[in-house]
């Protein structure tokens, strides 16, 4: 019964792990942007480009990995 216990505590801990080093970016040329100003000014305009309400959650998730890319 302790065993099963133990391995309910320890499965989210190994998912949560799981979850960042597949989320992370696979090489630094990845993670870095060259010109953060010019990514930016190209995620406005999309953002500018039409309202929330007409963009799919998709698209809106999209969008904010890039800001995070660039941030």
Same mark, same amino acid.
């Given at each position: 019964?302790? *065993?099963? #216990?133990?391995? +309910? &505590?320890?499965?989210?801990? @190994? #998912?949560? $792990? !799981?979850? /960042?080093? &597949?989320?992370?970016?696979?090489? #630094?040329?990845? !993670? /870095? $942007? %060259?010109?953060?100003? *010019?990514? @930016?000014?190209?995620? +406005?305009?999309? @953002?500018? *480009?039409?309202?929330?309400?007409?963009? *799919?959650?998709?698209? +809106? %998730?999209? #969008? !904010? %990995?890039?800001?995070?890319?660039?941030?």
């Amino acid at each position: 019964m302790a *065993s099963v #216990l133990y391995a +309910l &505590l320890f499965l989210p801990a @190994l #998912l949560a $792990v !799981a979850l /960042v080093v &597949l989320r992370r970016p696979k090489t #630094l040329a990845e !993670a /870095v $942007v %060259e010109n953060p100003f *010019s990514e @930016l000014d190209a995620v +406005l305009a999309e @953002l500018e *480009s039409a309202t929330l309400d007409e963009r *799919s959650a998709g698209e +809106l %998730e999209a #969008l !904010a %990995e890039r800001l995070e890319r660039i941030a």
